[in-house]
T-cell receptor, first 114, second 114 residues
Framework: AQTVTQSQPEMSVQEAETVTLSCTYD???????LFWYKQPPSRQMILVIR??????QNATENRFSVNFQKAAKSFSLKISDSQLGDAAMYFC???????????FGTGTSLTVIP | DAGVIQSPRHEVTEMGQEVTLRCKPI?????LFWYRQTMMRGLELLIY????????DSGMPEDRFSAKMPNASFSTLKIQPSEPRDSAVYFC????????????FGNGTRLTVT
């Protein structure tokens, strides 16, 4: 079965600084999709960014960007100019082409220090 | 688009009682998923439906749990009888079912069984 590993249970960043959250995954597939979800204290799961494995270009969404290394099976999330509202749990997720199964990591709790 | 709607937002019940959680997926989404989130086990997939048909219920913990999707706009997750170890946040999510299509989550139901 596919596995998604987030090795950093907790991270902290100073407001306005940059932080990178790590995610690795295991798969034998060549086509798949990767996602980062944010879960603030309100507990709503919010899609932050997604990446198609067949695209070499790293996805970006405003202050959020990814570093996708397909050969290394690595998918890290970079948050630039961190804001207090970025404080949340962040989950990395993997999905195959059928889109029927999503595999989630255990999450990284991000604290933003004012 | 109202997003995925779950009710109730909070549920407190006594051990042995029946609990019913409700979900309305996003219109047009063919896939509906029920997840359970706990500190110990993270996000666990309980069951998912495609076009109202249960496809994979291997994540359902035991016979006390059952899920139905009588039509494309409504699903229920029932626990009977409930036990304290069922206390968790239960999420419903829907998607279009293609690999690039992300999961759209509801706000979750926090269940507390005393």
């Amino acid at each position: 079965a596919q596995t998604v590993t987030q090795s950093q249970p907790e991270m902290s960043v100073q407001e306005a600084e940059t932080v990178t959250l790590s995610c690795t995954y295991d798969t034998s597939e060549s086509d798949y999709y990767l996602f980062w979800y944010k879960q603030p204290p309100s507990r709503q799961m919010i899609l932050v960014i997604r990446q198609e494995a067949y695209k070499q270009q790293n996805a970006t969404e405003n202050r959020f960007s990814v570093n996708f290394q397909k050969a290394a099976k690595s998918f890290s999330l970079k948050i630039s100019d961190s804001q207090l509202g970025d404080a949340a749990m962040y989950f990395c997720a993997y999905s195959e082409d059928t889109g029927n199964q999503f595999y989630f990591g255990t999450g990284t709790s991000l604290t933003v220090i004012p | 688009d109202a997003g995925v709607i779950q009710s109730p937002r909070h549920e407190v019940t006594e051990m042995g009682q029946e609990v019913t959680l409700r979900c309305k997926p996003i219109s047009g989404h063919d896939y509906l998923f029920w997840y359970r989130q706990t500190m110990m086990r993270g996000l666990e997939l309980l069951i998912y439906f495609n076009n109202n048909v249960p496809i994979d219920d291997s994540g359902m913990p035991e016979d006390r749990f059952s899920a139905k999707m009588p039509n494309a706009s409504f699903s229920t997750l029932k626990i009977q009888p409930s036990e304290p170890r069922d206390s968790a946040v239960y999420f419903c999510a829907s998607s279009l079912g293609y690999g690039h299509s992300p999961l759209h989550f509801g706000n979750g139901t926090r269940l507390t069984v005393t």
